[in-house]
């Protein structure tokens, strides 16, 4: 049997919408390759991981970007068994009512419907039903 092929990766912020910051590129720590390591009998495929500290909502643009990125490294990684997807649940993008559930919408097109995908968001993120969909 072989181990199953898991990609990582995801963007993980916090937002507060009362703030005027507004969060962009050079304020995640953006991090490829290989990030994670090996556990378990698994084949770990390093995604891509943006991280950024609590702040104000999301440039667009960076979040266009930076999803844009994700999915095609779902893309050239694919076929994958599985995806762990690391979101806060708290992100904002102007624009967007549930933005983590149009990037795990968009992680699901691209990596198709046998992938399993797992979200891993913080004890007080949103968890809507859309994204649990």
Do not use: N
Not at 37 to 54: C, E, I, S, Y
Not at 89 to 102: I, L
Request: glycine share 10%; charged share 20%; hydrophobic share 45%.
């Amino acid at each position: 049997m072989t181990a199953p092929r898991i990609g990582i990766g995801g963007i993980h912020i916090e937002c507060s919408t009362f703030t005027a910051h507004r969060t962009g590129d050079d304020d995640f720590t953006v991090r490829h390759g290989p990030f994670a390591f090996a556990r378990g009998d698994a084949t770990w495929v390093p995604l891509v991981h943006a991280r950024a500290v609590p702040g104000g909502p999301v440039h667009p643009a960076t979040y266009h970007r930076l999803k844009a990125e994700l999915i095609g490294r779902i893309h050239a990684a694919a076929p994958l068994d599985g995806v762990v997807l690391d979101i806060h649940g708290a992100m904002h993008v102007p624009g967007y009512d549930d933005v983590e559930t149009d990037l795990a919408a968009a992680v699901r097109r691209a990596a198709g419907p046998s992938c399993l995908i797992s979200a891993a968001t913080d004890l007080h993120g949103s968890v809507t039903a859309s994204l649990v969909r």
